[in-house]
């Protein structure tokens, strides 16, 4: 079943306009090196170096416990904000849009091009501020090809994100879902 959406509160960023980037200066030269770095070291690598890879990620300030996958085609927006666990999977061009923290838990699995976007912006506002909130993927969950993923959005161990599916509310535990917007189409497993 879903929950309410958003259980992760938004964090809003200060910007005097829209133009206005809500970055420190370090901040960008940061993110512009972590591009330059992938790109370089990283993204031409074979599934075999992972070992490579999260080396990269751990000297970019990820938080990683075991041993993740995370592949070579994957896209990871500010891995100082990407936390995986053991045996937790980001896929074949994989999106971790992490303006905001992502935290993948356990044998948790991000399959091929699924969107994690942690970002958005206050849009009453005429400045439109950034407002990031963290996503958080539990245990043993299986987010399936092309589904996208909300800011602030907590999908429950062992939950299923059908393809292609767009989430804008939390996932039960052991529920699965799909379509745009997600909703149930199975009872949660207990």
């Known amino acids: 079943m879903l929950a309410p959406p958003m259980s992760a509160p938004l964090k809003t960023y ?24 992938w790109a370089f070291f990283c993204a031409w690598t074979p599934k075999p170096l992972n070992g490579w890879r999260l080396l990269w990620l751990r000297l970019f300030g990820a938080r990683i416990s075991g041993r993740p996958f995370v592949h070579q085609r994957a896209r990871i927006a500010l891995p100082w904000n990407l936390t995986l666990h053991d045996r937790a999977c980001l896929g074949d061009g994989a999106h971790a849009y992490s303006l905001g923290e992502i935290e993948i838990h356990e044998a948790a699995t991000v399959a091929q091009e699924v969107y994690l976007c942690t970002g958005t912006h206050q849009f009453d506002s005429p400045t439109l501020p950034l407002q990031t909130a963290k996503i958080t993927i539990g245990p043993g969950a299986f987010v399936c090809a092309r589904a996208f993923v909300l800011p602030g959005i907590t999908i429950g161990e062992r939950a299923i994100v059908g393809a292609c599916a767009v989430v804008t509310r939390d996932v039960e535990p052991g529920a699965r879902v799909a379509g745009n917007p997600a909703v149930a189409v199975r009872a949660v497993s207990k």
């Open 14 to 37: 200060t910007q005097n306009s829209p133009y206005e980037s809500p970055w420190s200066l370090r901040e960008k030269i940061g993110m512009a090196l972590w591009q330059f770095c």
